[in-house]
């Protein structure tokens, strides 16, 4: 869900054609703020989980107006529509045949949850007809889920057009070229719901998704809401901005992300995309063994290998309500930007090595990190945590499972997988 909340956040300053329709703007400006996308994307989730995911019909539409109407009273400023309003404020809230952009906005969560494109889209159908329960509403909100659920399962760029075409009968044959130019505000399903897919379609990578998106106009945060939620699944969202996004939400916020970080993710320890890292590794105990550059050149082929197969680390997070405690942990050392108490948002878990050195922390399998102390966690991609770490950043770099054969993963060689990573493909 970062992807569509970060999208949210982003397009917002640009809302009502206020942008110059360009892919040059400054991404983190003092005007980007979430909306009421990213609220009732949290409600939306929050109901699925607090109903239970395999629920049925009625547990989980209930649960939806329940936490749609809470999640929206304590939000009560974040740009709802007229129609949501009254709903919200509603002692007995009924669907109201809208064909608005709304139920697409909020959807992202249901893409990840489920096991099939079939359920993915009956969930989807629900969590609209509560309020949207126009064809055209609900159309919306099963292409959305089904594209994100198509592009986290390993679907290609053109499968996804060629089902959200042939199922939906959306027009995706125009190029971002030719929809700019005359698109205009509009906050229907059927004019926001086909450009956002094509912004994701066009998209080079997560950040170019994000740029085009808010490249068109028209009804911007909503309509690059939708791209982000896709651009995530299909390529991951960069560490650095993930953690942007969540510095931006509440901890009431961050506390439903972490949950459904922890259902979606399930027990790593049963997560083939963690098991596969046997042979990182096997590679640094080897090397540990032996330092020599042919072993060194193992670790490295290990982790081009565990990229190349979509492989993640379990990595400790700070939770915000659990961050000023664990300052007092003899084990972890915070850096400066993140004493500040009010910037208390998902922050990474750092060790201080006996030089004075920081590092960031990763685990290559759940035996590893729970021969250490407990801590909330991620189960991150690998490529997309080592991007983040080869950059400009005060970590000397990461520090791979520290409670045993660990390896220092400095910058330089971070910097080396990545670039042979990208060769290779």
């Known amino acids: 869900m970062y992807g569509a909340i970060l999208g949210d956040m982003v397009g917002a300053p640009y809302e009502f054609d206020r ?33 239970g995911k395999d629920s049925g019909e009625k547990e989980i539409k209930e649960a939806l107006v329940e936490k749609m109407q809470a999640w929206g009273r304590k939000y009560p400023n974040s740009g709802y529509g007229g129609r949501f309003v009254h709903w919200l ?84 044959n125009r190029t971002c070229d030719e929809i700019r130019p005359g698109y205009f505000h509009d906050e229907s399903c059927q004019k926001t719901v086909p450009e956002a897919i094509t912004a994701f379609l066009e998209g080079n990578d997560f950040e170019d998704v994000i740029r085009t998106a808010v490249s068109l106009g028209g009804d911007c945060d909503t309509l690059t809401c939708i791209a982000g939620g896709m651009a995530e699944a299909f390529y991951g969202i960069p560490v650095k901005m ?16 972490q949950v459904f970080d922890a259902i979606r993710n399930g027990d790593s320890s049963d997560n083939p995309d963690i098991e596969g890292n046997d042979v990182i590794f096997s590679s640094i105990k080897e ?33 915000p309500q659990a961050l000023t405690e664990k300052l007092d942990l003899d084990h972890v050392a915070v850096g400066d930007e993140f004493t ?12 201080e090595n006996d030089d004075g050195t920081i590092w960031a922390v990763a685990f290559t399998s759940k035996e ?15 490529e997309q945590l080592l991007e983040g770490f080869a950059g400009d950043t005060y970590e000397a770099g990461i520090m791979i499972n520290p409670w045993s054969e660990n390896l220092l993963l400095r910058k330089d060689l971070i910097k080396a997988i990545v670039e042979m990573t990208k060769e290779e493909k």
């Open 340 to 351: 500040a108490e009010e910037d208390l948002a998902f922050k990474f878990q750092h060790i």
């Open 242 to 257: 993930m953690v942007e996004t969540c510095n931006r939400l509440g901890d009431d916020m961050i506390d439903v992300l």
């Open 89 to 172: 404020g509603s002692r007995n809230p009924k669907p109201y045949g809208s064909y608005g952009n709304g139920s697409a906005m909020r959807v992202s969560s249901v893409g990840w949850l489920y096991d099939t494109i079939e359920k993915t889209r009956e969930v989807s159908r629900w969590t609209a007809e509560v309020t949207h329960n126009h064809p055209e509403g609900i159309k919306g909100a099963e292409a959305t889920a089904s594209a994100i659920f198509m592009a986290r399962t390993g679907a290609t760029k053109e499968e996804i057009k060629q089902y959200v075409i042939q199922e939906f009968g959306y027009n995706l």
């Open 19 to 51: 942008g110059n329709k360009s892919k040059e703007f400054e991404m983190w400006n003092r005007r980007v703020r979430f909306t009421d996308d990213t609220v009732m994307t949290i409600a939306v989730a929050d109901a699925i989980l607090t109903a």
């Open 287 to 319: 090397f540990r063994a032996v330092t020599t550059h042919e072993n060194l050149s193992k670790v490295v082929q290990a982790f081009c290998q565990r990229i190349k197969d979509g492989g993640r680390f379990i990595v400790p997070a700070i939770a």
């Open 368 to 382: 590893e990190y729970e021969k250490g102390a407990c801590s909330d966690t991620l189960v991150m991609d690998i």
